[in-house]
């Protein structure tokens, strides 16, 4: 009991104590230190989303905007009218000029042609470059690039080069060198410019598009709507795209977000190797919907070795319309798969045709190298050098046999088969019926052939595309000049077991195989 007093006393003294400073600091103004215990801001350890900051800091440099101009055309003006004076336009006159002055007075009454000032104040807005005079310059496009060479070779998409007649590159840093062009392709849309300026560029190198992955990371560099250096990301979303852009089309498709200015820009692995060079966008509005499609890197590079060597590509050739072979003509020529070109028609003179390659074969191999289709055929002889020998195995009358063809060389511009609109055959009155296949038809007046009078709705002729005027040239490549022909040869493929028949059809000078089921009607 003696001890409680003490202890008392002490915690008396040190509660006293206390409250003593705490009144002393208040009354000299001294504020007490006052601890305030706050709860430890969220933070979650969550995985994090990897970064592109290291690749785009590396690869920039090599990006660049390419600006294309091109000479205005003499005469040029605006409004309804047009004027030619001895070689020079309207805006071209002196402005004391009688026909100058008459129409600054009375030109509003002729479709609204402004006046000189009106016509000032546009020149003045246009500014540089953008006057529209013969002989001088204005912007056509502007498009994105990369330099491939410290020595300033450079690589964008040949639509942006379009007829550019001068090239401006704009740096990263926004330095100006103007840029010359040494090659174009246009089927697969590249082109090569090169900068002859006195230092070292930064430039990228291609990757290996065979080991790339649907799925793998990307990042796309360029130049969206003129705005200058921009980056996006996203992932591989397809291969081998065809989007009818060319003979050639073999397009990596990406989601990273590419717009119009886009196009001859990169797209990188993560490794700051070029996979692709964007160049086509899938887009109902004009902008970016998440699909894009890139040229593939090991395209580009045979391609753009050849533009800086030569200026041009010499590719093989061997001078046939194909087709796809679909599983009803594979069945009619019986074929076991649907792998193969279907040859349509060698054209005359060609290394196919002299060659001994007829309609209705197809080609199943290159070299001994299997041949998928008619994309992958172009591809594998345009890969190769005209004067080449090569081995096409082909399929023909149920059999496969091997032919030797020495390749051309693929004509800078194929001339487009223009539709002879007179060229159609007159049909006598004589008709007969293919009920089996919903076709009326009747002999061709050249004697060759038999002329499509009419298809009968929903039949199978219908759905596979054959309309009144289209020419059955042969079934199952035998000639024919009467129904009754065709009675004959389709019997005979029904007691072979066959299922369909193979009608080679013409029209508008153009030839095609068609696959009509036997079992029909």
């Avoid at 900068?195 to 430039?203: A, I």
């Avoid at 890969?383 to 004509?411: C, F, H, Y």
């Avoid at 008709?431 to 009326?440: K, M, R, S, Y």
């Avoid at 508008?508 to 036997?518: G, Q, T, W, Y």
Wanted: hydrophobic share 40%.
């Amino acid at each position: 009991m003696s001890n409680t007093p003490r202890k008392l006393s002490k915690g008396f003294l040190s509660t006293t104590a206390i409250a003593g400073l705490a009144a002393a600091m208040l009354a000299t103004g001294v504020p007490a230190p006052i601890s305030n215990a706050f709860a430890d801001a969220v933070r979650v350890e969550a995985p994090q989303a990897p970064s592109f900051a290291d690749v785009v800091e590396a690869v920039s440099p090599a990006v660049v905007s390419v600006r294309v101009q091109a000479e205005t055309k003499p005469v040029s003006n605006d409004g309804p009218f047009s004027f030619d004076f001895n070689g020079r336009g309207f805006e071209d006159l002196p402005d004391d000029h009688p026909m100058k002055r008459f129409f600054d007075q009375f030109g509003r009454g002729f479709g609204e042609q402004p006046g000189r000032e009106d016509r000032r104040a546009e020149r003045d807005r246009r500014g540089p470059g953008m006057q529209g005079r013969p002989g001088q310059v204005r912007p056509v496009s502007q498009g994105s690039g990369f330099f491939i060479s410290e020595d300033g070779m450079l690589v964008t998409n040949n639509h942006v080069i379009g007829e550019g007649s001068t090239f401006t590159v704009i740096m990263d840093d926004g330095t100006e060198l103007d840029a010359k062009l040494v090659g174009r392709d246009s089927r697969t849309d590249l082109a090569v410019l090169k900068v002859e300026e006195e230092r070292k560029f930064t430039y990228v190198d291609f990757a290996d598009d065979s080991k790339i992955r649907i799925g793998d990371w990307v990042v796309a560099v360029g130049n969206p709507f003129g705005l200058g250096g921009s980056v996006t990301a996203g992932i591989i979303s397809a291969r081998g795209r065809d989007i009818g852009a060319g003979p050639y089309d073999d397009f990596i498709q990406v989601d990273a977000a590419v717009n119009r200015g886009n196009s001859g820009g990169p797209t990188f692995n993560l490794n700051g190797e070029v996979i692709g060079i964007n160049t086509a966008i899938f887009s109902p509005s004009g902008g970016n919907v998440g699909i894009a499609f890139a040229i593939p890197a090991s395209t580009a590079r045979s391609v753009i070795n050849d533009l800086i060597e030569s200026g041009s590509v010499e590719r093989g050739w061997l001078g046939v319309q194909i087709q796809p072979v679909t599983a009803d003509i594979a069945e009619s020529l019986g074929l076991a798969g649907s792998d193969g070109a279907l040859v349509a028609e060698p054209q005359e003179g060609t290394p196919a045709e002299k060659a001994g390659i007829k309609a209705g074969d197809v080609v199943t191999a290159v070299d001994g190298d299997t041949v998928k289709g008619p994309r992958e055929l172009a591809k594998m002889i345009a890969a190769m050098d005209p004067g080449q020998t090569v081995d096409i195995t082909i399929w023909r009358n149920g059999k496969s046999e091997t032919l030797k063809v020495e390749l051309g060389s693929l004509p800078t511009d194929m001339a487009a088969v223009t539709p002879d609109e007179d060229s159609a055959p007159s049909a006598p009155q004589a008709e007969a019926t293919l009920d089996t296949f919903g076709l009326t038809v009747v002999p061709a007046e050249t004697g060759t052939g038999l002329v499509i009078t009419s298809v009968e709705p929903d039949s199978a002729a219908e759905e596979r595309g054959l309309r009144a005027g289209d020419v059955i040239i042969a079934v199952n490549n035998q000639e024919v000049t009467s129904s009754s022909d065709v009675v004959s040869i389709i019997d005979a493929a029904a007691k072979d077991g066959r299922k369909a028949a193979l009608f080679q059809v013409e029209n508008e000078n153009r030839s095609r195989f068609v696959a009509l089921p036997i079992d029909q009607g």
